[in-house]
């Protein structure tokens, strides 16, 4: 259960109550000439532990993101790019308070700085904004493979398998060419799924006489494999791989006729 978050955000948050207390319980006891030396040495320490537990939820957050179905990947990756936010504001707010910064007073005395900064980030808010729609409204998933069309355009602008759907924008994958899309650009396309060419995760139960390679060069191309369980005769692997469902099943069905039938099999898609 490596990928649990609990544990590292539960830590952030402990250590944020402490480094907010430190300096209220160390003060009355620190000469005034050393009090920013104190602050200096808090925020550097703050800074270097918080943003390792922020790259740590991410990557525990990115292994529960790849073992899950195309239709729940997109879910929950965009619900671990919202904690990441969360947690990297309240590193900055910790920051903050160690020097004693008003946020307040910065929100109200700075509107004419505010109302520059909004004109700026636009374009930037346009694509959250659209994010959120396409998570709500799910026009396409992570693993299959689309065309986006949009009416400036008289031909198709982007092609390729959805790699990932993030807060700004969203990453197709064609050929080994990785395609970056504007999400607001996303939602003014017309978009052509095809689930015929989606990425499917599958389960294979294999004699430990098969190893892994094998099974990867008889099936490839695949996305990925990975052994997740080790039996007392045999071992299960999963595999994701993509491609059309007819090509899947014949590869498929070729690699487990070569196997007796004692030796291993193929459990339905997942």
């Given at each position: 259960?490596?990928?649990?978050?609990?544990?590292?955000?539960?830590?952030?948050?402990?250590?944020?109550?402490?480094?907010?207390?430190?300096?209220?319980?160390?003060?009355?006891?620190?000469?005034?000439?050393?009090?920013?030396?104190?602050?200096?040495?808090?925020?550097?320490?703050?800074?270097?532990?918080?943003?390792?537990?922020?790259?740590?939820?991410?990557?525990?957050?990115?292994?529960?993101?790849?073992?899950?179905?195309?239709?729940?990947?997109?879910?929950?990756?965009?619900?671990?790019?919202?904690?990441?936010?969360?947690?990297?504001?309240?590193?900055?707010?910790?920051?903050?308070?160690?020097?004693?910064?008003?946020?307040?007073?910065?929100?109200?005395?700075?509107?004419?700085?505010?109302v520059v900064i909004g004109l700026a980030a636009q374009s930037m808010l346009g694509n959250v904004i659209a994010g959120g729609m396409l998570l709500?409204?799910?026009?396409?998933?992570?693993?299959?493979?689309?065309?986006?069309?949009?009416?400036?355009?008289?031909?198709?602008?982007?092609?390729?398998?959805?790699?990932?759907?993030?807060?700004?924008?969203?990453?197709?994958?064609?050929?080994?060419?990785?395609?970056?899309?504007?999400?607001?650009?996303?939602?003014?396309?017309?978009?052509?799924?095809?689930?015929?060419?989606?990425?499917?995760?599958?389960?294979?139960?294999?004699?430990?006489?098969?190893?892994?390679?094998?099974?990867?060069?008889?099936?490839?191309?695949?996305?990925?494999?990975?052994?997740?369980?080790?039996?007392?005769?045999?071992?299960?692997?999963?595999?994701?791989?993509?491609?059309?469902?007819?090509?899947?099943?014949?590869?498929?069905?070729?690699?487990?006729?070569?196997?007796?039938?004692?030796?291993?099999?193929?459990?339905?898609?997942?």
């Open positions: 259960m490596r990928n649990r978050l609990w544990p590292p955000v539960l830590l952030f948050a402990v250590l944020a109550f402490v480094v907010l207390a430190l300096p209220h319980l160390l003060l009355p006891a620190v000469p005034q000439s050393s009090v920013e030396l104190m602050r200096v040495g808090l925020t550097a320490a703050w800074a270097i532990v918080a943003f390792s537990i922020v790259g740590s939820v991410r990557t525990r957050g990115m292994g529960l993101v790849r073992a899950m179905p195309g239709e729940r990947r997109t879910v929950v990756h965009f619900g671990l790019q919202i904690l990441v936010g969360v947690l990297v504001i309240a590193a900055f707010v910790v920051v903050a308070d160690l020097w004693q910064v008003s946020l307040t007073g910065i929100a109200l005395g700075g509107a004419v700085t505010g709500s409204l799910r026009p396409m998933r992570v693993g299959e493979w689309v065309s986006l069309r949009s009416w400036m355009s008289g031909g198709i602008d982007a092609t390729g398998r959805v790699e990932e759907i993030n807060f700004f924008y969203t990453v197709l994958r064609e050929n080994g060419v990785r395609r970056v899309v504007p999400n607001s650009s996303v939602v003014v396309s017309t978009i052509a799924a095809d689930e015929m060419q989606a990425a499917y995760t599958q389960t294979l139960v294999l004699p430990f006489s098969v190893p892994p390679e094998s099974v990867a060069s008889a099936l490839a191309p695949l996305r990925r494999r990975e052994v997740v369980e080790v039996r007392q005769d045999s071992y299960v692997l999963r595999i994701e791989w993509e491609g059309d469902r007819q090509s899947r099943a014949e590869r498929l069905e070729k690699l487990v006729t070569g196997l007796a039938p004692a030796q291993g099999g193929a459990e339905q898609e997942t």
